[in-house]
């Protein structure tokens, strides 16, 4: 993923409402009328979460009978995920190593006094 | 205990959060002693040598990461502010990009008979702090954990169902 779809996808998950919208589309697909009950949020107000959602590649749109149901799309979340838990990985595989030395430090320490 | 990462769209900063149950003047030690900084620094597939490290307001640093194919790669700095077991104050700047800077301060603070270690770094651009984050990844580190961890618990729901 390049850094300017990194950008779109993270400015995406910004809202609280729309990373609470994936979390219900984990569970399945939806329609606009599904995801205004839980939110408490109107229509159009949801139909514009779901316009920035799709243009980040974060869900897709399809038609049922009359009913247009929104799928949630894994992998740019996926993607921006591990974009920053290597980064996470890297700090806390050297402060697993930096515990075993600070606990030898402070054994050292008391041993002096 | 894990570290946390905040990292906030269109912001050129990176907050990092990390309990340890050690005090604080042991985990400033570990920061400001070549022999104990390069036990610990770094993944274990890069070995990290302190070339240099002058802790005092003004004072170099340098440290290199070497890969299993004898790849290095060189970061330094300086100091900002004499370092104290509170606070430390000092810029980065990776050797294949000279001019190209960041600014990292690392507090500790007491907590419960251990210390919260927080790490503030401020790049220069957000283009900057994506490009520098990105590159952790591609110097074939792996991510092992999800950080919108409900979210992302809920997809590894669905992906295995």
């Given at each position: 993923?390049?850094?300017?779809?990194?950008?779109?996808?993270?400015?995406?998950?910004a809202d609280?409402?729309?990373?609470?919208?994936?979390?219900?589309?984990?569970?399945?697909?939806?329609?606009?009328?599904?995801?205004?009950?839980?939110?408490?949020?109107?229509?159009?107000?949801?139909?514009?979460?779901?316009?920035?959602?799709?243009?980040?590649?974060?869900?897709s749109?399809?038609?049922?009978?009359?009913?247009?149901?929104?799928?949630?799309?894994?992998?740019?979340?996926?993607?921006?995920?591990?974009?920053?838990?290597?980064?996470?990985?890297?700090?806390?595989?050297?402060?697993?190593?930096?515990?075993?030395?600070?606990?030898?430090?402070?054994?050292?320490?008391?041993?002096?006094? | 205990?894990?570290?946390?990462?905040?990292?906030?769209?269109?912001?050129?900063?990176?907050i990092l959060?990390?309990?340890?149950?050690?005090?604080?003047?042991?985990?400033?030690?570990?920061?400001?002693?070549?022999?104990?900084?390069?036990?610990?620094?770094?993944?274990?597939?890069?070995?990290?040598?302190?070339?240099?490290?002058?802790?005092?307001?003004?004072?170099?640093?340098?440290?290199?990461?070497?890969?299993?194919?004898?790849?290095?790669?060189?970061?330094?700095?300086?100091?900002?502010?004499?370092?104290?077991?509170?606070?430390?104050?000092?810029?980065?700047?990776?050797?294949?990009?000279?001019g190209?800077?960041?600014?990292?301060?690392?507090?500790?603070?007491?907590?419960?008979?251990?210390?919260?270690?927080?790490?503030?770094?401020?790049?220069?651009?957000?283009?900057?702090?994506?490009?520098?984050?990105?590159?952790?990844?591609?110097?074939?580190?792996?991510?092992?954990?999800?950080?919108?961890?409900?979210?992302?618990?809920?997809?590894?729901?669905?992906?295995?169902?």
């Amino acid at each position: 993923m390049d850094v300017d779809q990194l950008n779109v996808v993270f400015s995406a998950l910004a809202d609280p409402t729309r990373r609470a919208i994936l979390a219900r589309l984990a569970q399945g697909d939806a329609t606009v009328a599904d995801l205004c009950v839980p939110f408490a949020v109107s229509q159009p107000a949801i139909s514009r979460h779901l316009k920035v959602l799709e243009r980040a590649g974060l869900i897709s749109r399809r038609r049922r009978a009359t009913a247009r149901l929104s799928h949630l799309e894994a992998e740019p979340l996926r993607e921006a995920t591990s974009w920053l838990a290597s980064y996470r990985d890297y700090w806390e595989s050297s402060y697993r190593r930096l515990d075993g030395l600070a606990a030898a430090l402070e054994a050292d320490e008391r041993h002096d006094d | 205990m894990t570290t946390e990462i905040i990292a906030e769209p269109g912001v050129p900063q990176i907050i990092l959060l990390r309990e340890f149950d050690a005090s604080p003047a042991v985990l400033f030690r570990a920061h400001v002693e070549p022999e104990l900084l390069a036990q610990w620094l770094g993944p274990e597939s890069l070995a990290t040598t302190v070339d240099e490290l002058d802790p005092r307001h003004g004072g170099q640093w340098r440290y290199t990461q070497t890969d299993s194919r004898g790849v290095g790669h060189s970061f330094h700095g300086l100091f900002h502010g004499d370092p104290t077991p509170e606070r430390i104050v000092q810029t980065y700047e990776f050797q294949d990009q000279p001019g190209r800077v960041y600014l990292n301060t690392t507090t500790f603070q007491p907590r419960g008979g251990g210390t919260l270690l927080r790490q503030n770094t401020v790049f220069q651009s957000v283009e900057d702090r994506d490009g520098y984050v990105a590159a952790g990844m591609e110097r074939g580190l792996r991510a092992s954990m999800a950080i919108l961890d409900a979210l992302v618990t809920k997809l590894r729901t669905e992906q295995g169902g």
